[in-house]
């Protein structure tokens, strides 16, 4: 069946380190991924999404593309914020199949 | 305000007691969803809801019922609550039709219900 593998966290950085989150994923035909992200006290929001393989989703600095071959979406920034700790989801869904499939999640915190 | 709305945000109760939660939505969506959120298990699909006539289980629908009454509302029941229920659940919308694009797949969440089952 489908499904998510993302990094353990908590990943701990400095005011503008570079991140990554890792994500593979296992599933049949082309799915959608996504990276969603969920800011302390409130719900999931999208941050960013790709459709296609080699496609590059991006929103608010951080970048993700869509590797067929070795089947990930891992999430990039370039230099993060105190303001971007939160937990991050990746996820997938099938085309023709509007159901989530949700990775553990990976906690973030950024220190000044 | 918020374009999907749970209630309670918090709960406390006591096992064996029967708790809903509730969801509405202004976003005008068909499609409607509960999950539940558990520290390192990220979201688990409880029920899931196409129309107004269309009910589905997710993969972890033991223990739990729902109740689509309109097509912007949807409940979630735990007609007797035990601890392991314990969790944060969300409710969530998408609109496969709609600008987004047709099984692009984003959902639109509410702000999530903590509930503590004693």
């Known amino acids: 069946g489908n499904s998510v593998t993302q990094m353990e966290g908590p990943v701990t950085l400095s005011e503008e380190a570079f991140l990554t989150i890792n994500c593979t994923y296992t599933?049949?035909?082309?799915?959608?991924l996504f990276w969603y992200v969920q800011y302390p006290g409130e719900g999931l929001q999208l941050l960013l999404k790709a459709t296609k393989a080699d496609d590059k989703g991006s929103n608010k600095g951080f970048e993700a593309t869509y590797r067929k071959e070795t089947t990930s979406f891992h999430l990039e920034k370039g230099s993060v914020q105190v303001s971007d700790s939160a937990v991050y989801f990746c996820?997938?869904?099938?085309?023709?199949?509007?159901?989530?499939?949700f990775g553990a999640g990976t906690r973030l915190a950024v220190h000044p | 305000d918020a374009d999907v709305t749970q209630t309670p945000r918090n709960r406390i109760t006591k096992t064996g007691k029967r708790i809903m939660l509730e969801c509405s939505q202004t976003?005008?969506?068909?499609?409607m969803y509960w999950y539940r959120q558990d520290p390192g298990l990220g979201l688990r699909l409880i029920y899931y809801s196409f129309d107004v006539k269309d009910i589905n289980k997710g993969e972890i629908s033991d223990g739990y019922s729902v109740s689509r009454q309109a097509q912007a509302k949807f409940s979630l029941s735990l007609e007797s609550a035990i601890p392991n229920q314990t969790a944060l659940y969300f409710c969530?919308?998408?609109?496969?039709?709609?600008?987004?694009?047709?099984?692009?797949?984003?959902?639109?969440f509410g702000e999530g219900s903590r509930l503590t089952v004693l």
């Open positions: 969530a919308t998408s609109d496969p039709s709609g600008s987004q694009s047709a099984n692009t797949g984003e959902l639109f």
């Open positions: 599933a049949t035909g082309y799915p959608s």
């Open positions: 996820a997938l869904t099938s085309r023709g199949y509007n159901k989530l499939i």
């Open positions: 976003k005008g969506h068909d499609r």
